[in-house]
């Protein structure tokens, strides 16, 4: 059964409409990551799926059980559903423990059971010694912690995260993203986690929905998006794209100015369709030799891997290389073998492959 139901949704502020018509499944233990740029719907669904905001139209259910429907509104505290904040939105008066304490203050009475919960939840948040001292006294890394023991002791069926990583620097960011994933895995809470960095959504997401202004423009594993984008929104809002206009010139291969291009799937494109075959900086490899067919412009040393940019009958090339190639170097430049993604011209920003 899926952790998450969303059918046909519908929500507006002022008459404004701001989802629109929107469907998404979230598996059971999956984590969804709602990718896209500010101001196109991310948050105004998970508030629509807690519960804090009434939907037009639609449905929602979670594990099965309807929230929403025609006629239909469970109130917040009754879907069973964790929320964690960027700011963390922790009780500044209130101790860690006590913090965490109050996840689960309407449901269990029993103090000493409660102080065996916060404590195990402190344990399994890396915060065991940490329960007597005040929010302030804390990092923001271990900030956001205390807030996820608060949304977990009640062991909420869906956790919504809302951009919970953007106060917390770089350095510890994805080493609490692991953690979280890790966590949320461990115990089995499917989640849906909002962002606006591909990076962290490429890192906590098993699937990502890509928004844009109101509706989801695909939705799968983050290779999959990344690697065969059904539109080229897609394909610019997840990382840098190289373009080259091409013509299909059977089912596998395209003819580009680099010449001909064999693609490891069938393109479904006509023959002599003519478009623009999509290649990433990864998917181009370049060999240094003096009869190249390709000569570098400019180079970029990032640390991980450098930036190479390189002019190949015509075409200008952004090519992601281990090592910096010495400086006016000729290379051959070869595109690696892998299924094609190609956007004809007839069918507008759409793929094919
Ligand atoms: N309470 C509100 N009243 C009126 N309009 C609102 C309200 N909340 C959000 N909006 C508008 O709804 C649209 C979607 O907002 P939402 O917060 O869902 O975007 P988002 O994708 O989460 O953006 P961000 O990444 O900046 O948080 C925006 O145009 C926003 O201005």
């Given amino acids: 059964m899926a952790a998450l139901d969303v059918n046909n949704l519908s929500c507006s502020y002022n ?11 979230v598996e059971d233990n999956e984590i969804m990551c709602l990718l896209g740029a500010s101001g196109c719907g991310k948050t105004t669904l998970l508030k629509a799926i807690a519960g804090l905001l009434p939907v037009s139209q ?12 025609q006629g239909l ?14 700011d963390y939105a922790l009780f500044p008066h209130l101790s860690v423990a006590q913090n965490v304490a109050f996840g689960i203050q309407n449901k269990e009475r029993n103090k000493a059971l409660v102080a065996d919960k916060v404590a195990e939840m402190l344990a399994l948040v890396n915060l065991a010694d940490l ?32 951009e919970p990583f953007s106060n917390i620097d770089t350095q510890v960011r994805m080493r609490l993203i692991g953690e979280i994933r890790e966590l949320l895995k461990s115990q089995g809470i499917s989640a849906i986690f909002v962002t606006h960095s591909k990076e962290e959504a490429f890192a906590f997401s098993d699937r990502l929905a890509l928004f844009r202004a109101g509706h989801i423009e695909q939705v799968g594993r983050p290779q999959t998006l990344y690697q ?20 299909v010139i059977d089912t596998n291969t395209v003819l580009t100015a680099m010449g001909p291009i064999a693609s490891q799937s069938v393109l479904n494109a006509d023959i002599g369709a003519t478009g623009q075959l999509m290649l990433r900086p990864r998917q181009i490899q370049l060999s240094l030799t003096e009869q190249g067919n390709g000569h570098v412009l400019e180079q970029q040393f990032l640390g991980t891997h450098s930036r190479c940019v ?25 595109v690696l073998p892998h299924a094609l993604t190609f956007f004809p011209d007839s069918e507008g920003q759409r793929a094919v492959a």
């Fill in 15 to 25: 008459g404004n409409r701001v989802l629109n018509n929107l469907s998404l499944q």
């Fill in 58 to 69: 639609g449905e929602i259910a979670i594990h099965g059980n309807t929230m929403n429907s």
């Fill in 73 to 86: 509104a469970v109130v917040p505290e009754r879907r069973n559903v964790g929320m964690i904040f960027q």
């Fill in 131 to 162: 329960g007597a001292r005040q929010p302030h006294q804390l990092s923001g890394g271990q900030q956001q912690r205390v807030a996820i023991a608060r949304a977990m002791i009640g062991k909420p069926q869906l956790m919504l995260l809302d």
């Fill in 228 to 247: 065969h984008p059904q539109t080229r929104f897609v394909a610019d809002f997840l990382g840098l794209a190289n373009y080259v206009p091409a013509t």
């Fill in 310 to 334: 390189v002019e190949c009958q015509g075409l200008r090339l952004e090519v992601s290389t281990n090592d910096l190639l010495p400086a006016v170097s000729q290379v051959h430049v070869k």
